[in-house]
């Protein structure tokens, strides 16, 4: 079972995250970054409501996903595995120059992993070429 929300291209009402959203990817513009916010809200209510995750791990996962978003500055649905590749290659221990720990690498898999299965869904994969005649992948 999925939240199916109402049609993506249109505002959703304003939200308490919204503004975080907001800045955070900036990189988008227009339908893209209307789309993607309510693709993220919908994704955010299924791991709360459905998938029945606590609100705190439901944003970590939803910030893990915004990190990769806005390194690649690309929306989720052109996200490939070069972008995935790349981010981590860019994230480095300042102090030793050590690459991320096993468990936070493993942490953002865990919310990228999530955050696809929601995306590939039949009807949102149409719902996306429909409006930007991209298939996600």
């Not at 800045?23 to 893209?32: I, K, R, V």
Request: net charge neutral.
């Amino acid at each position: 079972m999925s939240i199916l929300g109402t049609d993506n291209i249109a505002l959703t009402q304003e939200s308490a995250n919204e503004a975080s959203v907001e800045a955070s990817l900036s990189f988008l513009s227009g339908q893209e970054s209307t789309y993607t916010e309510n693709l993220l809200d919908d994704w955010f209510a299924q791991m709360l409501h459905l998938d029945r995750n606590k609100k705190k791990t439901c944003k970590t996962h939803r910030d893990n996903l915004e990190r990769l978003m806005k390194h690649a500055a690309v929306p989720p649905w052109k996200l490939r595995k070069q972008h995935v590749v790349k981010f981590f290659e860019s994230r480095v221990v300042p102090e030793t120059g050590e690459p991320l720990a096993a468990s936070t690498v493993a942490g953002y898999c865990s919310s990228w992993r999530s955050f696809q299965s929601f995306m590939l869904e039949l009807d949102r994969v149409n719902e996306i070429v429909r409006a930007f005649n991209v298939r996600p992948e």
